[in-house]
């Protein structure tokens, strides 16, 4: 089955700062998506960026990015020149196959003025 | 994108009634819908999937006798929580998968309030 573990429930910085949210999975497929989602207050899952676990080059969505590490089983998001919307509840997620989108517990991120 | 509805996005229902929800693609066909529980500050946990004109997929420990889902048409997949207690109050959210791609979209969520 797989899993999705994120170890950081909180974090806290600064405008205009960067910041990465940490996400770790375990699977037994080998071609399988992974997804960064938004949660605002409005709790309107929003996608923030996908990666195919088949491409090596990560992917990046403007002032997003992540650094997808195969073997180690890692996929964190990093979030460049921090604006004060990105202020929500970020979920890692995988899904095989099955079709199945299983997230992680979540990082509650702030960005302060 | 692809826009996937819900209704009612609040219902408030008395005890040991039945509520049921909606949750519509917009413009979109939609062979596979999910159906997800959210409880106050945590994560999103999958209730059921439910493919059109097929039975749900329950993910385990969930009742499938209390959490009635169906999935009529490749645009609209219900929901019916019955004999509610307030135990069952959460937000409830779905999601659509479009055939073919890699993302699953979202409804709105419905908040639930079992009184």
């Known amino acids: 089955a797989q899993t999705v573990t994120q170890s950081q429930p909180e974090m806290s910085v600064q405008e205009a700062e960067t910041v990465t949210l940490s996400c770790t999975y375990d699977?037994?497929?080998?071609?399988?998506?992974l997804f960064w989602y938004k949660q605002p207050p409005s709790r309107q899952m929003i996608l923030v960026i996908r990666q195919e676990a088949y491409k090596q080059q990560n992917a990046t969505e403007n002032r997003f990015s992540v650094n997808f590490q195969k073997a180690a089983k890692s996929f964190s998001l990093k979030i460049s020149d921090s604006q004060l919307g990105d202020t929500a509840m970020y979920f890692c997620?995988?899904?095989?196959?099955?079709?199945?989108?299983?997230f992680g517990q979540g990082t509650r991120l702030t960005i302060n003025p | 994108g692809a826009v996937v509805s819900q209704h009612p996005s609040w219902v408030i229902c008395k005890s040991g009634t039945s509520v049921k929800i909606e949750c519509r693609s917009l413009?979109?066909?939609?062979?596979?819908m999910f159906w997800y529980r959210q409880f106050p500050k945590q994560s999103l946990m999958l209730m059921a999937t439910?493919?059109?004109?097929?039975?749900?997929?329950?993910e385990q420990g969930v009742e499938k006798d209390k959490f009635l889902i169906n999935h009529a048409s490749l645009t609209l997949s219900t929901l019916t929580v019955t004999s509610a207690h307030p135990e069952d109050s959460s937000f409830y959210i779905c999601?659509?998968?479009?055939?073919?791609?890699?993302?699953?979209?979202f409804g709105p969520g419905t908040r639930l309030t079992v009184t």
């Open positions: 699977t037994s497929e080998n071609n399988y998506y």
């Open positions: 997620g995988t899904r095989e196959r099955a079709q199945k989108l299983v």
């Open positions: 413009d979109f066909q939609a062979t596979t």
């Open positions: 439910s493919n059109e004109g097929s039975k749900a997929t329950y």
């Open positions: 999601s659509a998968w479009l055939a073919g791609g890699y993302e699953q979209y």
